[in-house]
């Protein structure tokens, strides 16, 4: 039987059987087996930590759901500490956030024990990482460990709307418009939905959403320059799901229909951004708007009197 041995930080090793990982203390004592586990699944170094932030909060370990258990606190660290790596969160600010009303005693041993409950969370995908060592204390804060892999939607996201901006501005609208759909294809809900409530969360959300509708106009645009009209509808249901009063997005879908022969619908649209205006704001459309409007009604009337 080949064995192979993989060196933890805590002092502890993984011995590799047949179709197994044995972990044993330094002096052989067993402390734990995974079972069925295939070449492929050991190259020595820790497995990606994958965490989604977009819709349903997630933790994947591979593809198979981590475990979160019950210490909602724990998992709140958790979201805070990989959104915000790697920068390290201050043993005080998470007692100020997490028990505002509690005197410093029971604050710090809630923090331990969530930190506990985390530490337990993170071991169950961690394997090169002690369950110890996946959260780092040091200096009063807290940080997760460097030697743990992790990827999240939201990092991704960000990355490719940046990427994405430059090459816009560069003139690069091809590979601008692939980095925004790889970023959009990333947006399966707004962040953090079960976190409506949270000052950071919300924070986020915003500027997470107004990122989102921008790429959507920007690819909105691009596939109306190119004449992909329904294309460029698909991406301006996209935003007004998110914002019923954005007028660029309505002229959009008026030029779209109006451009595909649909003039009646276009006119529709025109009603639709009248109404969410007025009972979002108590406003009309603008001059812009209505300009486009005249203009589509005046070609429909002169059709519909031929």
Known sequence: MESRLLELPAGCYLERASNSLVL????????????????????????TLRVNFFGDFEVLCGRA????????????????????RPR???????????????????????LNSAIYALRKILGECAVSVAPHDAVIFEKGAYRLSPSMKISADAGEFDAFHEKGRKLEKSGGIPDADKEYERAVALYRGDFLVEDLYEEWTEIERGRLIDAYTAMLGSLAVHRMER?????????????????????????LLMECFARLGQRGRALRQYG?????????????PSPETRAI??????????????
């Open 24 to 47: 044993r203390k330094p002096d052989g004592t067993l402390v734990g087996e995974l079972v069925n586990v295939t070449n492929g699944d050991v190259r020595g170094e820790a497995p």
């Open 65 to 84: 759901p981590v475990p979160l258990g019950r210490n909602r606190k724990a998992v709140a660290i958790l979201k805070y500490m990989v959104f915000h």
């Open 88 to 110: 390290p969160v201050s043993q005080d600010c998470l007692m100020a956030w997490l028990w505002p009303d509690s005197n410093l005693r029971h604050a710090r041993w809630s």
């Open 227 to 251: 004449g992909e009209y329904r294309e460029c509808m698909d991406f301006c249901y996209r935003i007004l799901e998110k914002d019923r009063c954005c007028e660029r997005t309505h002229r």
């Open 272 to 284: 639709m951004c009248e109404r969410s205006l007025a009972g979002a704001w108590g406003a009309e």
């Open 293 to 306: 409007y005249s203009g589509i009604l005046e070609e429909h009337s002169e059709k519909e009197e031929r």
